[in-house]
Structure formats: structure tokens, C-alpha cells
């Protein structure tokens, strides 16, 4: 009668996932020219079920126009009309940036921006779309949205062997999003919100909940213009379990305005771009300025894809890259509505040749500061024809000549991980470092941990250089159970040349059993980040936690129902069986010898004694 | 002996006040604490809407215009005149017509604005001097010998809620006032079919209600062209360029839809929320190859293929994200450089003069050929301007049909105006305001009644207040309109009828019904038994032992007795 027991001993919870913002001083004012800002959005239309519709029911029938309107024959005065065409309203770019990474690891990143002269601000209605896609501009409206940052990550970024990704992102599912002042109830539009993206991008983001979403009160400032800071507006949420796959590119690659049918997003085959490292696709919205003195403003889109290929599986150990071995396509054109198409080459590290080889060669070179780095690109202008050279297509090589060569530590990374034993308490280590020989940085550390792990404020420390550190800001919001997460945002100075480590305590609490996920002893993810600023911006993010909870076994209820019936029964049995059964006195029965000797005077005849 | 009776005795005794107990506290605990909330339905309104007797009523006022009547008749004319008109269309539907005829006299203004040249001029000052509220009718009667309306016409039917009606020739001057009346009677009602409701639109609009014996093919297909009554519609508008490389293409969707569409729209307003958006498409493809006539060097699409164009790009239109209204999609295709001209045949291999078709509750698609506008040897890309006249045009025409604005053609004799910038004459709001409240009617009687019955059904559901309220609410708003549609007051019995039906659907799609859909009796007993078997059956035991032992004492006494 008992079901099946599954002994397990561990639920595993999820960590929350951590991002750092890096804000270093600086040298150089962030002008990272669009092309390292990464985000990704799929945008599933739900076109697809409707495509689903049975061809036979449709019965087309022509109509017969009689147009109201009047009908002159006007070929003559279409034909005149180049003249009096409007300047258009919006803009396309799209640009790859191609950088061979030490390890021998090829870094791809994809950018495709559209910005739009127009305001979805002042509430009224925006209705007609060139080449912003409209299932977005829908919910920019819709939600009264003011920014809108969204991205899917596969694997997690190293930051020790790849140097800093031109825009981070956490493991899994990530959403972040600025409302304008005008709306009310802003956790009921983030709900609606975040179930219509979770349409749109095939994702599972409708699994946002007040349970993971939290309002920074000092991380994640607005990009675009406008100085709305109250960070009511504001709702953050991870998803650090989130897979990644087809079915999110797909969509994201529909609100391209050439789709995956020219230009560079002809090279995003989901077989190539799946069988990688680091997968990472995002969006991003928002306003910004259409000119210097910003007097009319237009709203941005990036669109962004950023794939690391690995030398062994991808390259079977060999040092050599080309579009096509990472892509399986060549490029034969650029997109015909972009007003510009471009492959940069991150050659800095290779200024004299010696390291790798690019063939063709271009002679373009552009500079551009890059994370307060200065880096050199080799530029390829895919709207020119001559790039695409006599073949008509281009298939760039990159042919390692060394395998030497140490990259530069990047300047701040960070690490996490639970300490502790047994399932009731642990510990979480966050360990940043500055690698910098004589800078110290602020870094401004966001922390969302699940209300499952019950965080022991007092046990907070921040240590560097075995000293106190002590943080010149921190916002602490503590967790409510099944309501909201905890929110740790700290500000730390890191010393030169140091490691910083912050510790905070916890307890695992106990789930209802219909809070645990499918598979609970796989454990629970618990991502965070953290941020460091200075003149220009970093974010960087830690790996997401693997937390074990205390798992019950999930056969018990039915188990312990059986057990305490059977006690209850036998108790009760018992106590009615004294209850009502009648006692009387009996004749002490006859003794064994007796009884024998009865049994034989019996056969002789005799009576008993 | 006597002390075994008396323990005997406290024995049953005590077995029975452990029955007792278990069924006065025991039982009752358990049904208390295992029961599902189930708020309270109106079940028996919700039953007596299940079997829906609709009554129409539509109000005519009939206007003798000097020379039709005499003026001794003219004293005798019945001031008001009901007619009931009753169909069954199945045993749980009924519909009943009632036309509320007043007749009166012409005033003299009217008799003024009746002596204008041409009809529509007379039509336009009819309206002036009076307004008549939606859903009524006024018909004027005119003399045969008027010259109002030309020789063939007998009936002109203007642009707000007014119809001109000659006189027949019978009907000369010196006929009773009865034979008057019955030769007008007809007639009357041949007008009130065109201009507010005809037996067959109101059928079709129960169609959610009541399976139609299926007709010939063509009026299923008329029937099944129109979208369904719904609060609200989204139209899109998609520019489909399959070729950017060559065409530059731009249309001016911003100004047409605002000239075009919007006039209609608003007219349309108290029937449903309308928005309108617009957006380019590039490198969409049709689902079909087109085939080429080398004889005139053209592409055709048959009439067989159309089917199929559809499908593939669909996937690229997007559904809207904002709202679950019906989408209304409007394509105007424009082909590649290379597979121009493209043009549309029908089924007798004829071609489209429009060069477009659309797709019943769907939408429509246009193709529009670039190619003469560029000569071979163009600088590709081409920048093209785009006609909207012509494109609206036929957006329009098609914008008319799925709406279920009908434009079947009218009885020999009628005429009707042309519809006017507008887009849309009176009476056909007033026609599909009819259509639309008993459709909504229908399908919200039938979304009730199936819930009520699978909440019947499925003792495991949970009933929310809220859902109780918005049952409630509905059921109540449905009384409302059959009630206002019973009174004859169209624009009420529309709005409770659009309430009815989202109440109704809020009730229906709510997801807490979905909670403890599945909880199969076997297994709650599996979990049951074995606390309920150790328990019940030595208090059965017990219980049939007293019960066998005090029919055995009883035969006893008897044989006593005897």
C-alpha cells in the first residue's frame, strides 16, 4: 500500500544570480559606440498557432471593391513621387564584432539597432510600424513602458579566460524594466507585462513572481534619457533556471525587420549558435536623444546576440576560424533597409600580425574605447561591393600563428559560492577582485536571494586584505515568506590588488510540498549580482548558486496518512473492544492432567472427576 | 446471571453511543472539512434562459402624404397597429417579431420636403425635420403618380432610418381604408426586412445557439464570411515587400486610414472598440508560386491556390500582443521585380478587376503591381509612392463584408442610396445593431448554460464569489436585453448584451474553476480506507449483533405470549 519511497536527503535551492556593476574611473568617457551593448529578444509572435488554421476552411471569394474612394487612374502621379518621398522616420544598423579570445575560443557578437523618431510618452497612440517591430511597440504602449531590458543566457561567461563581454548578462532569464510615472499600479502591469513577454519570447517568464522580483533602490539607473530615479518605477527579476534554445531565437529573430533573410542575421543558424560555449540573446529599449541638444527624442531597439565557440568542440583543436566554420554561411550581402552593415575585428592584441592572421585583409582600422580600453577594430563595410570581392561572398579567416601570449587578468571579477554543511544552515562567499596595481574601486553589489534561504543580516561581514571593510551604503530589505525576496545592495570600496569578501549567513527553510520544483534534489538556483561603477560602467555577474534544501520524500504524505490511521485504528479497536464487551466470571478451567484423565476415564466409562 | 445481563447490557449500550457519536460529530466533521466551496448559482434563471423566447419589436411610422388617403378615410385611420409574427426555431428557441405600425398623417413641412425634385433630396430634408431613434423606421407613402422616384421604383430606401413607398396601382383613390391598409401591409414589412431585421439574419445570428439545417452551399458561406460579435476588433494593416532590394515602397497609411477607415469606424463605434494599426513586412513570401503566362507575359494566382497563400505568411504577421480581440488583417502584397505583374483569376479564369480576395474571419489581401511604374532599365531600388485611394477602396469594400455590414441585393423595385462618406447608411447600423444583440444574446444564453451545467456535473469544481457574481451578473444583464430588445430599444438591449457576454466569458475562461478539476472519487477512498475500515466495521459488527439479539428477544416475547 505504500507508494514508492524516495529517500532523498537534500532539496537543493537555487541561488540567486549575481550581477556586479563595475563602475571604474575613468579615462575615457563610455563611448562605446552601440556596438558592445548586447541584449537579446526573441519575440515569438504567436503567428505560428495561427498558421496552424486548416487551409481547407479558408474560402477566399474576390471581392468585389466598390471603393468608396475615388479611383483615378493615378499610375502616372505614383511614378512622380520619388521627389516628394519622406525622409524616413527610422533607422536600421546592424554590425557584428568578431574577437579571437586567448584561449583560442572565438568571441561573436551580433548588434542590430533600430531607432525610431517617435514618443510613446505623452500616451498617444502609436499604430503604424515601418521597421520597429509592432508586437513590441504594442507593449511599449500597452504597459507604458519606459525601458525594457531583456536577455537569455546559455552558459555562464568567464571572465578569467575571456576578459570582460562587451554586455553581460546572468545565466538564464533576466528582465529588467522602467515604467513611466503615469502608471498606477505598477506590480499589475509588471505581471501582465511579463506573461505577454513570456508569449512573445517563448520563455517561461510568466514564472515571475513577487517572489523573485525586487526594486533596486540604487542598481539598475535608467539608460536612456529622462531623470525618473524613483525606483518604484522600477522591477527587476531573474530567472536563473530558464533554458535557452530554438524556440526563444526563433521570435528574436522575427523582429528583425529582414528576418534571417539578409544581412548578417543570415549567419544565425540555431544548430551553429545552440552548439556553443555562451549563448546569450537579449533586447533592450529605450529612449534617447535624436540629436546633440536632444529636442526630439526617438526610442531605441538593440537587439543583441553574443555567442562564444569553443576551440575543442568546435573547431576540433584547431586554430583556425572562419564564418563559415562558425556560422556554416558566408555573407553575400547586407541587409537592403540597413543605412549601415559592418564586421569589426578586434585586432589589439595583434598589432603587428604576429598572433593571427585575417585574410582578407581590410584596410580599414577603426579605434574605439571599449570598457575604458582602447581597442582597434578591422572594419568591414558589407554595403560596399567591393568587400565581398570577386566571389561575391565573404568568408572571413582568422588563422591563429602562436598559441602564446597571456591575456591581461581583467581588471574585476567576482565568484560565489555556499559554504556549510548538513541542511539547516550555510553560508554564501561572494569574493571580488580587484586586480588593478594601484585603483581602487567602488563597486555598488546587488544581492536578491530567495525568501527560502532566510539570510542572517547580523552575520554579514566585508572583509579585504583580512581587514573590516566597511560599506559606505546598504539598503536591506528582508525577505516576507512566499511574498518577496531578500534585497541586499551594498556599496564597497575594493583596495588595489585585493580580494574582498563578503559572507552572510542563512537558514533553509522548509517548502510547502507543492513549492518544490519537478525535480527538487536537483537543487535551487539562487543567482545575484553585483555592480561596480566609476566613469564608465561594468556590470559583472557571479555564477548562479546550486542550493540544496531539505527535500522530504514526496511518497510521505500518503505514507504517514496509512501510519496514523493504523495507530488511530489500533487504539481505537482496542478501547471499543473494552468498551463493549460484557465481562463475566468463568470457572477456572480444569488443569492439563486433569483434563487428561477426564479424556480417559471417558473411554473406560467412568465419570469425570 | 443477572450481573452478565447488566454488563450485557452497558456493552450495547456503550457500542451504540460510539455509533451515535461517530455519526453526530464524526461524520459531519468530515463532510464539513473535505467539502469544495461552491457559492450559490442562480440555477433556475439560468434554466429558464436556456429556453430563450427572443421577441423583437420594431417601431414604423407610417406617413400618408397628401393624395393617398381621402380625408374621410384620413379620420378613420387607426392610430396604432401590433402585428406578431412568431417562428420556433427549435424547442428551446422561439423568436417572435412584433411590428408596432403607427400611422399618421404627412405634416405640412414633410409635405414640403416630399415635394423636392429628386428623392435623396427629400431624404436629406425628411431627416432634417425629424430624428428617429435607432431601431425604429418611418416610411413615407406617396401617391403613384409622384414623380419622386422614377418609373421602376417603387420603394427608395435614403440614407438615415426613412424609405419612400409608392403606392401601388391597385390602390386607387375610392378603395376602404381596410384594403388600403392590407395591400400595405406587405409591403411595409418587405421594407422593414431590408431596412432592420430579416428571419434569415436573425437565425444566422443564433447560429451558436441553434445547428442550422445546412442550406446550399453559398449561404453557408455567407453566413460564415462576417466575423463573430465581438466587444472589440484590431485591423492591421500589412505591407507585405518581398523585394526591398528593388522597391523602396511607401504608403501613407497614417492619412487614409484616417480618411478612409476611420468615418466608418466611428460610425460603427457603438458596436464594438476599433484600433487600427499598421505595419511593413519585408521579404514575405507567399505560400504558392504564381504561374506564368508567357502569352501575355503576366503572373496568375488561381482561384484553387489562394487557399494557400495565406499560411506561411501568417507566421510573419504577428498576433497582437495587447489585447485577445479577433484580429482583422488587410495584406497588400506587392511582388518582387521579378514576378510581375501579378494578377488574380477567378474560377472561370477570369481576372480579378480588383486583384483581391479575402478570407472569411480573417481578412482580406490585395496585390499591387509596381512594375509599370519603372522602366527596365531603373536604378533599383525603385522609391514608389503607393495609391491608397485605390488600396482603401478596396480595404473598405472588404472591411464591409467581414463586419457583416450586408449588402444583399434588395427586392426588385427597391432602391438603395449608395452609402455615403460615412461608409455606412443608418439602417445598416440599425440592421447589424439587431443581428449583433441577439447574436450576443445567443452565444452568452449558451456560455451560461454550459457552465452551469458542467459545474452540475463536476461536484469537484470550486465556485468562487467572484465567479457566482459574474454569473449573476451576466444572468441579469441577459434579462436586460432580451427585456429592452422586448421594448424595442435597440442601443440598451446592445450594451447589456455585450455585458452579458463578457460577463459570461470572464465566468466561463476564469482559471480557479481548473483548480480541483481532477480528484477522482477511488483515490480520495483509497486515502480514506484505512482510517474508515478499522473504524466502521466493528461498530457495524456491533450494531448487527444488538440488532439480530433484540429481533431474537422479540420472537421470544412472542412465543411467550402465545
Redesign the interface.
Known amino acids: 500500500m505504500a507508494a514508492h519511497r524516495c529517500s532523498r536527503s537534500a532539496v537543493l535551492l537555487f541561488l540567486c544570480a549575481l550581477s556586479l556593476f563595475i563602475v571604474a574611473d575613468s579615462q575615457e568617457t563610455a563611448s562605446n559606440g552601440g556596438q558592445r551593448d548586447n541584449n537579446a529578444v526573441d519575440s515569438p509572435q504567436a503567428a505560428t498557432e495561427t498558421a496552424e488554421r486548416a487551409v481547407e476552411e479558408r474560402r477566399w471569394e474576390a471581392s468585389e471593391a466598390e471603393a468608396a474612394a475615388d479611383r483615378q487612374d493615378t499610375s502616372a502621379a505614383e511614378n512622380e513621387l520619388p521627389a516628394s518621398v519622406p525622409r524616413p522616420k527610422d533607422d536600421f544598423q546592424e554590425e557584428l564584432v568578431i574577437r579571437p579570445l586567448h584561449s583560442g575560443d572565438i568571441y561573436a557578437s551580433f548588434q542590430f539597432r533600430t531607432v525610431w523618431e517617435t514618443d510613446f510618452m505623452k500616451g498617444n497612440k502609436v499604430s503604424h510600424y515601418r521597421l520597429f517591430p509592432k508586437s513590441l511597440g504594442q507593449v511599449i504602449s500597452k504597459f507604458s513602458v519606459r525601458e525594457l531590458h531583456i536577455s537569455f543566457t546559455q552558459g555562464y561567461w568567464r571572465t578569467m579566460r575571456w576578459g570582460q563581454p562587451y554586455q553581460p548578462s546572468p545565466p538564464g532569464a533576466e528582465l529588467w524594466v522602467w515604467f513611466q510615472d503615469s502608471v498606477t499600479d505598477v506590480d499589475g502591469t509588471w505581471k501582465e507585462l511579463t506573461n505577454v513577454l513570456s508569449g512573445i519570447f517563448c520563455a517561461s517568464l510568466n514564472f515571475i513572481d513577487s517572489t523573485n522580483t525586487v526594486q533596486p533602490s540604487a542598481s539598475f539607473k535608467p539608460l536612456g534619457i529622462g531623470n525618473v530615479t524613483d525606483h518604484r518605477f522600477l522591477r527587476y527579476a531573474t530567472l536563473p533556471r530558464e533554458i535557452v534554445c530554438t524556440e526563444n531565437l526563433t521570435p528574436w529573430k522575427k523582429l528583425l525587420p529582414c528576418g534571417s533573410k539578409a544581412g548578417l542575421a543570415v549567419l544565425l543558424k540555431s544548430e551553429k549558435l545552440f552548439h556553443s560555449t555562451f549563448h546569450s540573446q537579449a533586447v533592450h529599449i529605450r529612449p534617447v536623444c535624436q540629436d546633440w541638444e536632444c529636442k526630439t527624442t526617438s526610442w531605441e531597439l538593440r537587439q543583441t546576440l553574443n555567442v562564444v565557440f569553443d576551440l575543442h568542440t568546435s573547431a576540433q583543436g584547431k586554430r583556425e576560424w572562419s564564418l563559415f566554420k562558425m556560422f556554416s554561411r558566408t555573407l553575400t550581402e547586407a541587409c537592403p533597409l540597413a543605412s549601415s552593415s559592418k564586421i569589426y575585428i578586434d585586432v589589439t592584441d595583434n598589432p603587428q600580425g604576429d598572433q593571427f592572421e585575417v585574410s582578407p585583409a581590410t584596410p580599414l582600422l577603426s579605434q574605439a574605447v571599449v570598457l575604458g580600453d582602447r581597442r582597434t577594430f578591422s572594419v568591414y563595410d558589407l554595403t560596399q561591393q567591393i568587400t565581398f570581392g570577386t566571389v561575391r561572398s565573404l568568408n572571413l579567416l582568422i588563422r591563429w600563428k602562436s598559441s602564446e601570449g597571456d591575456m591581461l587578468r581583467p581588471l574585476l571579477h567576482a565568484e560565489r559560492y555556499v559554504a556549510g554543511y548538513g541542511l539547516q544552515t550555510g553560508e554564501i562567499h561572494t569574493l571580488m577582485y580587484n586586480n588593478h596595481p594601484y585603483r581602487s574601486f567602488p563597486v555598488l553589489l546587488l544581492d536578491s536571494v530567495p525568501w527560502y534561504l532566510r539570510l542572517y543580516i547580523h552575520t554579514l561581514t566585508v572583509t579585504s586584505k583580512g581587514k573590516d571593510n566597511k560599506p559606505s551604503y546598504i539598503h536591506y530589505q528582508p525577505s516576507k515568506d512566499r511574498v518577496r525576496p531578500h534585497l541586499l545592495e551594498m556599496l564597497i570600496q575594493l583596495p588595489p590588488n585585493s580580494v574582498t569578501e563578503v559572507t552572510v549567513q542563512f537558514e533553509r527553510a522548509l517548502l510547502k510540498w507543492t513549492e518544490y520544483t519537478p525535480d527538487p534534489n536537483h537543487g535551487f538556483y539562487v543567482g545575484f549580482p553585483c555592480k561596480e561603477e566609476s566613469s564608465y560602467f561594468v556590470r559583472v555577474y557571479t555564477e548562479p548558486l546550486l542550493v540544496n534544501l531539505p527535500t522530504p520524500d514526496f511518497s510521505m504524505p500518503y505514507n504517514v496518512i496509512c501510519l496514523t490511521c493504523t495507530v488511530v485504528a489500533v487504539g481505537y479497536g482496542s478501547l471499543y473492544n473494552l468498551l463493549t464487551r460484557s465481562f463475566q466470571i468463568e470457572e477456572p478451567s480444569p488443569g492439563l492432567a486433569k483434563r487428561i484423565a477426564n479424556i480417559i476415564r471417558k473411554m473406560r466409562g467412568v465419570p469425570p472427576l | 446471571m443477572a ?2 445481563e447488566v ?2 447490557r ?3 449500550l ?2 451504540l453511543s ?1 455509533a451515535a457519536v461517530v455519526i453526530i460529530v464524526g461524520v459531519p466533521l468530515w463532510w464539513r472539512t473535505t467539502e469544495t466551496y461552491r457559492a450559490w448559482l442562480p440555477v433556475s434563471q439560468i434554466k429558464e434562459l436556456a429556453n430563450l423566447q427572443l421577441q423583437l419589436s420594431a417601431d414604423v411610422e407610417v406617413v400618408f402624404a397628401r393624395g393617398t388617403v381621402t380625408p374621410e378615410q384620413q379620420k378613420k385611420v387607426p392610430l396604432t397597429l401590433t402585428q406578431d409574427d412568431e417562428h420556433v426555431v427549435d424547442e428551446d428557441t422561439s423568436l417572435r417579431y412584433r411590428y408596432e405600425t403607427k400611422y399618421r398623417t404627412a405634416t405640412v413641412m414633410e409635405e414640403d420636403a416630399l415635394n423636392q425634385p429628386a428623392a435623396a433630396e427629400a431624404d436629406l430634408s425628411l431627416h432634417r425635420l425629424s430624428e428617429s431613434p435607432c431601431g425604429s423606421l418611418v416610411v413615407y407613402v406617396i401617391p403613384e403618380s409622384s414623380s419622386l422616384l422614377p418609373e421602376d421604383v417603387n420603394v427608395y430606401i435614403g440614407q438615415q432610418r426613412t424609405a419612400l413607398l409608392r403606392m401601388g396601382a391597385p390602390m386607387r383613390v375610392g378603395k376602404t381604408l381596410e384594403q388600403l391598409l392590407s395591400h400595405l401591409e406587405p409591403r411595409i414589412k418587405q421594407v422593414l426586412q431590408v431596412m432592420s431585421f430579416s428571419h434569415n439574419d436573425i437565425t444566422a445570428a443564433l447560429s451558436d445557439r441553434v445547428r442550422l439545417s445546412p442550406g446550399n452551399k453559398e449561404s453557408v ?1 455567407d453566413s ?2 462576417a466575423f463573430k460579435s465581438s466587444p472589440g476588433y484590431e485591423i ?1 494593416f500589412s505591407l507585405l515587400n518581398p523585394d ?2 528593388s522597391h ?1 515602397l ?1 504608403w501613407d ?2 492619412s487614409a486610414v484616417q ?2 477607415i476611420q468615418p466608418l469606424l466611428t460610425k460603427l463605434a457603438p458596436l464594438a472598440n476599433f ?6 513586412l ?2 514575405t513570401m507567399l505560400g504558392v508560386n504564381p504561374r506564368f503566362d508567357s502569352s501575355r507575359s503576366i503572373y496568375m494566382l488561381n ?1 484553387d491556390s ?3 497563400v ?3 505568411v ?10 485577445s480581440n479577433p484580429v482583422l488583417n488587410f495584406l497588400l502584397y506587392v511582388p518582387d521585380a521579378h514576378h510581375s505583374p501579378l494578377h ?1 483569376h ?1 474560377h472561370k479564369k477570369q481576372e ?1 478587376p ?1 486583384n ?5 474571419r ?1 481578412g ?1 489581401i490585395m496585390v499591387y503591381n509596381v512594375d ?3 522602366g527596365p532599365e531603373a536604378a533599383f ?7 491608397m ?2 488600396v ?3 480595404f ?3 472591411l464591409r ?1 467581414l463586419l457583416g455590414v450586408q449588402s444583399s441585393s434588395p427586392p426588385p423595385g427597391f432602391r438603395v442610396t449608395p ?1 455615403s ?1 460615412a ?1 455606412l447608411a443608418d439602417w445598416e447600423l440599425d440592421r447589424l445593431m439587431w443581428s449583433r444583440s441577439v447574436e450576443n444574446v445567443a452565444t452568452a444564453t449558451t456560455t451560461i448554460t454550459s457552465l452551469a451545467q458542467l459545474l452540475d456535473q463536476i461536484g469537484n469544481i470550486v465556485i468562487n464569489d467572484n465567479i457566482a457574481q459574474q454569473v449573476s451578473s451576466a444572468v441579469t444583464s441577459l434579462q436586460m436585453a432580451v427585456a429592452e430588445l422586448e421594448a424595442g430599444n435597440l442601443g440598451f438591449a446592445l450594451q447589456y448584451s455585450k455585458e452579458a457576454i463578457l460577463a459570461s466569458e470572464r465566468a466561463f475562461f476564469d482559471p480557479s474553476l481548473l483548480h480541483l478539476l481532477y480528484f477522482p472519487d477511488d483515490q480520495k477512498f483509497a ?1 480514506y480506507i ?2 474508515f ?3 466502521c466495521v ?2 457495524l459488527l ?1 450494531l448487527l449483533k444488538i440488532m439480530s439479539e433484540a429481533r431474537q428477544r422479540r420472537r421470544e416475547k412472542t412465543k411467550k405470549k402465545d
Open positions: 450481573t452478565t454488563e450485557r452497558r456493552g450495547q456503550a457500542a460510539i458561406a460564415m464570411r492591421t526591398p532590394k523602396r511607401h497609411i497614417e480618411t478612409y484600433s487600427i494599426d499598421s505595419q511593413t519585408y521579404y482561384a489562394l487557399a494557400h495565406i499560411n506561411p501568417e507566421a510573419r504577421l504577428g498576433s497582437n500582443a495587447a489585447s488574380i477567378d480579378v480588383s483581391a480576395f479575402h478570407s472569411p480573417w482580406g509599370g511604374f519603372y531600388p525603385v522609391d514608389i509612392n503607393i495609391n485611394a485605390k482603401m477602396g478596396v473598405l469594400a472588404q463584408l452609402c462618406s461608409g486515502i484505512p482510517l475500515l478499522p473504524m466493528p461498530i456491533s
